[in-house]
């Protein structure tokens, strides 16, 4: 029995689905919008607001809890330049927003190939223009 396991699964491996949400929120934050389908956006949300979270403490964090809370997250992101973005661009532009740093869009249209949900996942203050 599946008693107080809550991991949404995705159909995946725990290897693969750490390896995907970890290069999702790299790509959200390098982007600040990406297109998804409605599960992945739901599940990255959670742990992209987590990492947001993280890295708003870190404005007035110590020495110590400054490169504690910077190794935390690098333990997910990879890519230095995008850590770097996090913490120096975007903690900043959300440090008086108590949550919610990300918006789930759903689209109308379905995927072709296996008709999932296609849904956009964007941060809330974002500086992205259109195209």
């Known amino acids: 029995m599946r008693k107080l396991n809550n991991v949404k699964q995705l159909g995946r491996t725990s290897a693969h689905r750490k390896a995907m949400i970890a290069n999702m929120i790299t790509s959200l934050i390098q982007h600040e919008r990406i297109v998804t389908t409605k599960q992945k956006a739901k599940i990255l949300q959670s742990y992209s607001e987590k990492m947001i979270t993280r890295a708003k403490k870190n404005l007035t964090a110590t020495d ?7 190794r935390e997250v690098m333990k997910t992101i990879k890519d230095r330049d995008v850590v770097a973005k996090l913490f120096d661009d975007i903690a900043k532009r959300v440090k008086d927003r108590k949550g919610g740093y990300t918006r789930i869009y759903l689209l109308g249209n379905k995927r072709a190939g296996d008709a999932a949900d296609k849904a956009i996942i964007e941060l809330v203050d974002s500086k992205v223009e259109e195209a």
């Open 64 to 70: 110590a809890a400054a490169l504690h809370n910077k």
